[in-house]
């Protein structure tokens, strides 16, 4: 697979994780255990436990549950979708502008 290839599937994938993540049964993840190493070997919680299960929340809009996930919701949530927004505006809407503009004869 080239470079062009893997850099479109990780585009695709990147552009349609919002919809994964709203598809994801939460009752289904909310009883699952947590992957988190930290915990795994101190059987405490740590900072990051339970982010997951709260952007997965968040972006179904039970914001009550996300915030009892982990509170650091409020500060991860907001930059992950800034950056996914800015990923959109260069990777998405950019390959369209320029194919628009490509099939209209324009190329610069
Ligand atoms: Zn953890």
């Known amino acids: 697979m080239n470079t062009f290839i893997r850099k479109d599937v990780g585009t695709v994938f990147v552009a349609l994780l919002p ?13 699952q255990e947590t992957l988190c190493l930290y915990h795994a070997i101190t059987g405490e919680f740590c900072v990051g436990c339970g982010i997951s299960k709260a952007l997965v929340a968040m972006v179904q809009f039970e914001f009550q549950r996300a915030w009892s996930f982990n509170r650091l919701v409020v500060l991860v949530g907001p930059l992950l979708a800034w950056q996914w927004a800015l ?7 950019g390959c369209w502008f320029q ?7 324009h190329y610069f």
Request: charged share 25%; aromatic share 14%.
């Open 87 to 93: 990923f959109a505006q260069r990777r998405i809407l």
């Open 99 to 105: 194919y628009t503009r490509k099939s209209r004869g």
């Open 19 to 31: 919809l994964m993540m709203y598809l994801v049964p939460l009752d289904w993840l909310a009883r």
